[in-house]
């Protein structure tokens, strides 16, 4: 049975646990094995000794799956959640097949302008609030890095979510 790390800011729910345990039972019935960043050993320790335990169980816990299922969609913003940004990057950088599931097709700065204020500016792209263009229109609905570390690890990105991607992987037997 292969196993699965599933990357997402579902640990932020405040029925986290829930949620990824369903997720888990799920993986299970497509006949793979899911490890989710609450599968890690932590100990009470204080905050920063906690939370380097923490990076590193998921570490070790990424290295001990076959592939990686991240959740793509914009989290507290525009963008991908930064630790599964991470996590993808990590698991690329080890040879692990990546998929990623998003809710939303549209261009990065279509998906941006929808989410933050944004105005027009001379060079012909919008700018946001920060002062930052937003250049990056290449066609894809997530940062190019973490589009093409999913693409270059054999994997895909897919528009659905988490039982999207399991019927995919299924597909792909």
Same mark, same amino acid.
């Given at each position: 049975?292969?196993?699965?790390?599933?990357?997402?800011?579902?640990?932020?729910?405040?029925?986290?646990?829930?949620?990824?345990?369903?997720?888990?039972?799920?993986?299970?019935?497509?006949?793979?094995?899911?490890?989710?960043?609450?599968?890690?050993?932590?100990?009470?320790?204080?905050?920063?000794?906690?939370?380097?335990?923490?990076?590193?169980?998921?570490?070790?816990?990424?290295?001990?799956?076959?592939?990686?299922?991240?959740?793509?969609?914009?989290?507290?913003?525009?963008?991908?959640?930064?630790?599964?940004?991470?996590?993808?990057?990590?698991?690329?950088?080890?040879?692990? &097949?990546?998929?990623?599931?998003?809710?939303?097709? &549209?261009?990065?700065?279509?998906? @941006?302008?929808?989410?933050?204020?944004?105005?027009?500016?001379?060079?012909?792209?919008?700018?946001?609030?920060?002062?930052?263009?937003?250049?990056?229109?290449?066609?894809?609905?997530?940062?190019?890095?973490?589009?093409?570390?999913?693409?270059?690890?054999?994997?895909?990105? @897919?528009?659905?979510?988490?039982?999207? @991607?399991?019927?995919?992987? &299924?597909?792909?037997?």
């Amino acid at each position: 049975m292969q196993t699965i790390y599933l990357a997402g800011p579902e640990v932020f729910l405040p029925n986290a646990l829930q949620v990824l345990s369903d997720a888990k039972v799920l993986c299970e019935s497509f006949g793979y094995r899911a490890l989710t960043p609450f599968d890690g050993e932590i100990t009470d320790q204080i905050h920063l000794a906690k939370a380097k335990q923490i990076f590193q169980e998921n570490i070790s816990l990424i290295e001990q799956s076959d592939m990686v299922i991240a959740n793509c969609n914009p989290f507290r913003g525009a963008c991908v959640d930064d630790g599964t940004a991470f996590e993808i990057g990590y698991a690329y950088a080890k040879g692990k &097949r990546v998929f990623g599931y998003l809710n939303d097709k &549209r261009s990065l700065p279509e998906i @941006v302008r929808s989410k933050i204020p944004t105005k027009s500016h001379d060079s012909g792209y919008a700018i946001d609030e920060d002062g930052f263009l937003l250049n990056e229109d290449f066609g894809n609905s997530i940062n190019l890095m973490l589009e093409f570390s999913i693409l270059g690890s054999g994997g895909s990105l @897919v528009l659905g979510n988490l039982k999207t @991607v399991l019927e995919f992987l &299924r597909n792909l037997k």
